[in-house]
Structures are given as structure tokens and as C-alpha cells.
């Protein structure tokens, strides 16, 4: 684990990389409320075995610093590309789950050069998100949430008194003491001309028993480049099939970029 500075706001983000020497990179961003454990405990050590994983805390999530505002996409998409200025790296893959996976489209409408290909995890509606009142986020909201959560997801998030109190707290501030809520309240949903900009190939894998499989159908045919996977699961399938899911993102990740055409956009469309 190291500290990084991002030079600016005094933002620093708790991160680790696994096989820095590896010639191409992955940028992996966690979802709400969550941490680098939720790739860490699943599928980064496989795909670390072929590319370098960056793996990072967004901020006031996990061990990164704490700051009451910058939770709108556009400052969170701009983090990440403070980071791979301080790592050096010029381009790279993203991989994102839940609100990741709507941070890391939103980096790639925004810095189209800096990408190779996008794998997202559950893109969620917008009517998913949060929707209590700023100071309203109290501890049976806490328990409401854990209790939605797979068996063995929910056996580590709540496996010691410690290990509660620091996941409420962490909610509680994000909630009731950040712009959060402001932010996510002013943000659109993607459309058409969003997805536009996006110019990588996009990977759009789902849990078969997910909610969020019905943002599918709203988004597909905006997207030029992209491949869809449904996978055993709910929200957390990568957790729960982790082997379907390895398979899908490294057979994705080894295509070349001549695979992803407009020929072959129009049959996968035919597909779904």
C-alpha cells in the first residue's frame, strides 16, 4: 500500500499496485461505500498475472484522505487522471463496478487518449443511488443497507464490532458531511450524445439477477464498441462467479482493436 499525493486539494489516495512491471496497466475503481478489498478479495490477483493493477481508495472511502466536496463524476473521472500523472502512465484500461463503473465512463468521455478499453462492472440507474436527505444518514440506514448485501459480502463487511463502526462511520460521513448528496443529485443520466464521446472499445457485464440489468437496455445501442456478458449473480456477480467473470474480461482484454467494428457492432447488436 502507498499514499498519493495528487498535487492538488491535499487529496492523497490510499493505493496499491500489484506487478508494476507489467507492460500494460488496469486501473480498477471500486464502487460507493466500498474499497480496494472488493477487487483485491476477487479478481485482481488473476488479472495481475498479465497486467499491472492500480487499485485505489476513492477519496474518503477506505484509508484515502477525507473531503467534503468533489463527488460530482467530473472531479472524481479528474482523480484518476491526477494519478496516472503521478504514476507516470500515459494510458490504460479501466475497470470500474457500480458507481466505478459510471466514474470510469465518465473518464473516458472526457479523456478519450488516455484509454484503451473500458470493462464496466453493473452501471447502475440513477435511481439507485442515495436518496436520504444530507445529516438524515443514521445507523438503521447502516444496518438496512448491510442487511442487502450476498451472505459472504455482508459476513465481511460486519465481521467484527471494529470493522461496523469504522463502514458506519465512513457512510455516515460521506452522507451527512459531504457533497455527496448535492453532487449526485445534480448529475444526468448518460445519454446517447454522452456515450458518443467514447471512443475504446466497452465491455457491459451485469449480474443475471441484478436490478441494474434494466439500465442495459437504456444504454447498448449508445455505445459503437461494446460487448455485453450477463453472468450468474446479483449485484456483486464478479464476487460470486468470479471464473465467468475472469474469462469474459480476459478474453475481452486480449482482442485486438481491429475486432471492435463497426461490422462487428452491428452483429453483436443483433444479439441482444
Not at 443511488?129 to 438503521?140: C, I, N, Q, R, V
Request: one cysteine or more; glycine letters at 6%.
Amino acid at each position: 500500500m502507498q499514499a498519493i499525493d495528487l498535487g492538488k486539494e491535499n487529496i492523497v489516495l490510499n493505493t496499491l499496485i500489484l506487478s508494476p512491471d507489467a507492460e500494460e496497466t488496469i486501473v480498477m475503481v471500486h464502487g460507493l461505500f466500498g474499497n480496494i478489498a472488493q477487487f483485491y478479495m476477487s479478481i485482481a490477483p488473476e488479472l495481475s498475472k498479465d497486467f499491472r493493477i492500480i487499485l485505489y481508495d476513492i477519496k474518503s472511502h477506505g484509508k484515502s484522505t477525507c473531503h467534503n466536496t468533489g463527488y460530482d463524476l467530473i472531479s472524481l473521472a479528474d482523480d484518476i487522471k491526477c494519478l496516472l500523472e503521478v504514476l507516470k502512465i500515459d494510458k490504460c484500461h479501466l475497470l470500474g463496478f457500480s458507481y466505478g463503473a459510471l466514474i470510469v465512463l465518465k473518464f473516458a468521455m472526457m479523456f478519450k487518449d488516455r484509454v484503451k478499453k473500458v470493462i464496466t462492472l453493473e452501471v447502475p440507474p440513477k435511481s439507485l443511488l442515495p436518496s436520504l436527505l444530507k445529516g438524515a444518514y443514521e445507523f438503521d440506514h447502516f444496518l438496512g443497507f448491510a442487511d442487502t448485501l450476498p451472505p459472504l459480502v455482508r459476513q465481511n463487511f460486519m465481521r467484527s464490532k471494529r470493522q461496523v463502526e469504522k463502514n458506519f462511520n465512513m457512510f455516515k460521513y460521506i452522507i451527512n458531511k459531504t457533497s455527496f448528496i448535492e453532487d449526485s443529485n445534480l448529475e444526468s443520466e448518460f445519454g446517447e450524445e454522452d456515450f458518443k464521446l467514447i471512443e475504446a472499445p466497452v465491455q457491459l457485464l451485469f449480474g443475471k439477477e441484478s436490478v441494474c440489468v434494466r439500465e442495459l437496455n437504456r444504454i447498448k445501442d449508445w455505445i459503437r464498441f461494446r460487448e455485453i456478458f450477463i453472468i450468474d449473480g446479483g449485484h456483486v456477480f464478479f464476487i460470486e462467479s468470479p471464473i465467468e467473470t475472469l474469462t469474459a474480461i480476459k478474453d475481452f482484454l486480449k482482442k485486438p482493436d481491429s475486432f471492435f467494428s463497426e461490422k462487428r457492432l452491428e452483429l453483436t447488436k443483433t444479439g441482444f
